[in-house]
């Protein structure tokens, strides 16, 4: 297969909100029909979720977030244009117009021209080219760099997803791991299944916390003991909904501690490989070393994306510390009034 060499001055175009933009052809891998999106709770408003491109998980990205723009229904001219930027990231655009070559000597200032885009954002503006009276050349670099802090700074790993079939049913056995699945606002998450302490009902009557965090749903009495309740949908922002039959408590334990988090509903018990399961990109992490969702796990060649939680960084929201807190004041009052 011979490779194409992709022109310095080649570059894609692309509509939003009927203005015309282009990024430099260099860079861009390929452009695509809008996939299959599983949302990340807590990550910027302007990155869509993740989808699987290949074996890749793939972050993306919002334009008209980007440029507090309304969003637009998702229809048969939306493109996703594919970017390998260090790390490969997808944009969701109007429409892709077409590729032109451009001579360096039309590319004009852009810091005059009065666009639902900032100025710092463009690299420039050709006039009159093709069918356009204006081509506005977008910075992608900037537009990272500013609604994502540091994704560029260093070199980030793609993870590439080895398939099954490369490893021993021995090698599978001994590196895999369970995990419990369930699903929130139609969101499939995953905790592994040793801080999993049972899986119970919802009680017919959850006692209120005066003054408690807002996702602090309240305590229930569990064998005895004083079980704080937490809904995952408020503890990611998700929209709140009635508790339904399907709904359940996911009791979960680290160093004598136990917290009851509330989901829509448990799905299944997974034992899946190592091989499957990739770290969270880093564009949604941030500088947040406490951001709940560590890890993704590709199930059905990736068609099937869970988010993996991380108990340990769940414990350390300041809900679930503060409610800890205070089932352990209202033990110790118990045990004072005993004696």
Known sequence: MVETEVVANEFVTFLIAREVFAINMAPVQEIIRVPEIVKVPKSPPSLMGLANLRGKVLPIINLRKVFGLEEKTIDESTRVIVIDLGQTLGFL??????????????????????????????????????????????????????????????????????????????????????????????????????????????????????????????????????????????????????????SRIVVLSMENLSVGIVVDSVKEVLRVPESVIEPVPSIILKDDKDFEITEICRL????????????????????????????ETEKDIEEKKRK
């Open 93 to 246: 655009v109007d429409n892709v117009s077409s590729v032109i070559d451009v001579d360096e000597t039309k590319i004009e200032t852009s810091s005059e021209i009065k666009s639902i885009v900032k100025s710092d954002f463009l690299k420039g503006v050709i006039k009159d080219i093709a069918k356009f009276k204006m081509v506005m050349i977008l910075d992608i670099e900037k537009v990272i760099e500013r609604e994502f802090s540091e994704i560029l700074q260093g070199s980030s790993k793609e993870y590439e997803i080895t398939s099954k079939e490369q490893f021993t049913e021995e090698e599978i056995l001994t590196d895999e791991r369970q995990l419990v699945s369930f699903t929130v606002s139609d969101e499939e998450y995953a905790i592994p299944i040793e801080n999993i302490q049972e899986i119970v009902q919802i009680p017919e009557h959850i006692t209120k916390v005066p003054n408690s965090e807002q996702s602090i749903l309240g305590i229930m009495n569990l064998r005895d003991k004083i079980l704080p309740l937490a809904s995952l949908r408020r503890l990611f922002g998700f929209p709140e909904e009635q508790l339904t039959e399907q």
């Open 300 to 327: 059905n060649e990736g068609k099937r994306l869970v988010s993996i939680i991380s108990v340990s960084n769940l414990f350390k929201h300041k809900d679930i510390k503060e409610a800890l807190s205070s089932v």
